[in-house]
């Protein structure tokens, strides 16, 4: 399962190498100034919490949900699981908007 750590002024993704493979990326880092807020959401599968299309990664509706989902202003990336609760790390000037992670 993915793993967010925050260490010396970076936040890191730390994907299992299975998830590697599903969701076609490696770990992310960005550092931790570009953190804007991080939220708990009950169910992230709804339209408030994801936007845009998938693409590249892996999609199974309300089993799992790895890789990039892409919008017209930018990109997030997901690591979802289930139906199981999620953190919502937004970020300023970075990659990747958000960060969807199931906790």
């Known amino acids: 399962m993915a793993k967010v750590i925050e260490a010396d002024g970076v936040v890191t993704l730390k994907l299992s ?58 990109k997030d990336f997901c690591a979802i699981y289930k139906r199981t609760p999620a953190m919502i790390y937004e970020f300023a000037d970075a990659p990747f908007k958000r960060w969807i992670v199931s906790i």
């Open 17 to 74: 190498r299975l998830e590697k493979i599903g969701a076609l990326h490696g770990d992310i880092s960005v550092a931790s100034s570009q953190l804007i807020s991080k939220i708990e959401v009950p169910n992230p599968w709804t339209k408030e919490h994801l936007r845009g299309v998938r693409a590249p990664g892996t999609a199974i509706p309300y089993v799992i949900l790895l890789g990039t989902m892409r919008f017209k202003g930018g």
